[in-house]
């Protein structure tokens, strides 16, 4: 699977961005999708994951209210939108598919076989 992430972009605090992810190869489907976001100087963290049917959705407790991950299993894409952003969104975000059912194991980066490169997000103040 090959992975593209795009949508990332400079916004003041407050406005919002959706990015999306498309993907390419194996049956999109199949995979419970993830978002994740590393900022200068620290670890890549787990932001957002959605299971395969897109009816389970599972997020870090900092951006739970302010972003929804999305899926369109038709147009083999997943979605973050982020509302209300804050300059400590500011990170390189990546998408990433795994194979992983359980949903307690889904904010861990080794649940996840495939990764896109990234798209940056940079808040304003």
């Known amino acids: 699977v090959q992975l593209q992430a795009s949508g990332g972009g400079l916004v003041q605090a407050g406005g919002s961005l959706r990015l999306s992810c498309a993907a390419s190869?194996?049956?999109?489907?199949?995979?419970?999708m993830g978002w994740f976001r590393q900022a200068p100087g620290k670890e890549r963290e787990f932001v957002a994951a959605i299971r395969q049917s897109g009816g389970s959705t599972y997020y870090t407790d900092s951006v739970k209210g302010r972003f929804t991950i999305s899926r369109d299993n038709a147009k083999n894409t997943v979605y973050l939108q982020m509302n209300s952003l804050k300059p400590e969104d500011t990170a390189n975000y990546y998408c990433a598919a795994g194979s992983s059912l359980i949903l307690s194991t889904l904010r861990y980066r080794d649940a996840y076989d495939y990764w896109g490169q990234g798209t940056q997000v940079t808040v304003s103040s």
């Open positions: 190869g194996r049956s999109f489907s199949i995979y419970t």
